[in-house]
């Protein structure tokens, strides 16, 4: 008699998978046929002390087996038939990353991307990484999948990490939830268990506007503690001057400063138009900024510089001596664009024991959105600051540049006049 045709992938009949128990007391379904995705027939088994438990065993034999052969597995599976809810999330991880790799390569996401998984779940091995930094693979590899796949304890963790360091739990959250939906189609969940976890909030935690007296200080600390860092003081003041983002800020050029060696002109025009990216082991300027996809229109801007913050780059300029007009602000001693981890670094090392320990670069985005946005009551001149496309129209003024070409410049000069420090010395020593 010949056997019923099955489906690829699906159940078999209900009728065959009745659990029987055996005279030792132990309940088995034994070589229940069924088919593959690839088409093939196989069979699986299982056995549990209860038929409940002997029907779970059974099912993730076959989530295995259905995929055996299939180009899931085969290509690109990397082992995912073979994860079980008591191996290490390590393991997760490590297949969630090479998945991200393939697809990098295939040119289905951006280096960047990729670069950014890599950070939020490896420990960094150069010169620069930091041992105690708060990585996926040290907070929750060691524990098994399903231990973390429950939505109140990833809940429960990333709530947590929000409330210290928001930046680094909105990538532990992409994460999570890229190897979740992994795991749930490899067939250890019925449903992702990241689904019901909100994301955190990216404004949570430390990342807040400073005061004009914590201004003041990190002005302070600053000009006194970095060292060898020259390009610091600058570079921080670039960043309170604007609300740039720091990778947009070492990627100026000083190209992208109009202005600088007319003294005439009480105020400087920025082009906001890239940003330091890693790729492929190197650190190379990105001719968009962070918010531009691929393919699609570069959202550059221009923004005026405020009277104080154009005096503090003609010294800079005057201090670096000759550049090209294509190379960067901020170079290393070594002569090389200054890495945003290098920057992270020398504030971190300026700043430790202050009482403005806590300060990021990020604080100072901050600052200058809530600064523009108290001082004139419209928070779209502070989107328009930024960069946002929802204030692109507002707070603007024509600037020409020496192509004889017209650009709109967001013209907040006049605001962020107060927030130059109490201090601002003439020269930059």
Request: hydrophobic letters at 35%.
């Amino acid at each position: 008699m010949a056997q019923e045709a099955l489906e690829p992938g699906a159940l078999p009949p209900p009728t065959k998978l009745n659990p029987v128990k055996g005279a030792d007391g132990i309940w088995r379904l034994d070589r229940i046929r069924h088919r593959a995705f690839n088409g093939s027939y196989v069979r699986s088994s299982g056995s549990g002390r209860t038929r409940k438990e002997c029907l779970a065993d059974w099912e993730q034999a076959f989530e295995r087996n259905r995929r055996k052969g299939s180009a899931s597995t085969v290509n690109g599976g990397g082992g995912l038939q073979s994860l079980k809810l008591s191996d290490k999330m390590s393991k997760a991880f490590d297949l969630y990353y090479t998945q991200q790799e393939k697809k990098a390569a295939a040119e289905k996401i951006t280096e960047q991307s990729l670069t950014t998984y890599h950070r939020a779940i490896y420990v960094g091995d150069g010169q620069n990484a930091k041992a105690d930094a708060i990585k996926l693979i040290k907070t929750l590899g060691g524990l098994s999948i399903g231990e973390v796949g429950k939505p109140a304890y990833l809940a429960d963790y990333l709530e947590g990490m929000a409330e210290q360091w928001p930046g680094i739990a909105g990538h532990h959250y992409t994460v999570l939830s890229g190897t979740f939906k992994m795991l749930t189609l490899a067939g250890l969940f019925d449903y992702s268990p990241m689904l019901p976890v909100p994301r955190p909030m990216s404004g949570g935690g430390k990342q807040r506007a400073l005061t004009a007296q914590e201004r003041d200080e990190l002005y302070r600390v600053v000009v006194t503690r970095q060292g060898r860092a020259k390009y610091l003081l600058p570079l921080v003041l670039l960043l309170l001057g604007t609300g740039m983002r720091p990778g947009e800020a070492l990627a100026v050029r000083w190209c992208d400063v109009a202005g600088l060696d007319d003294e005439s002109l009480a105020n400087a025009t920025l082009h906001v138009c890239g940003t330091m990216v890693a790729r492929k082991g190197s650190y190379v300027r990105q001719p968009y900024r962070k918010s531009a996809k691929k393919g699609k229109v570069a959202n550059d801007f221009y923004v005026m510089l405020p009277k104080w913050l154009t005096g503090v780059l003609r010294d800079w300029k005057q201090q670096v001596g000759d550049a090209p007009a294509d190379g960067e602000l901020f170079l290393s001693l070594q002569g090389r664009v200054v890495r945003l981890s290098t920057a992270d670094t020398a504030l971190l090392e300026a700043r430790k024991g202050t009482s403005v320990h806590w300060v990021q670069f990020g604080n100072l985005r901050d600052t200058v959105a809530t600064h523009v946005t108290g001082k004139t009551g419209d928070p779209t001149r502070a989107s328009a600051q930024l960069g946002h496309s929802e204030g692109a129209s507002v707070a603007t003024r024509h600037y020409i540049d020496e192509a004889g070409y017209t650009h709109p410049a967001v013209d907040n000069a006049d605001v962020l006049e107060s927030l130059a420090p109490t201090n601002l010395g003439a020269k930059l020593e």
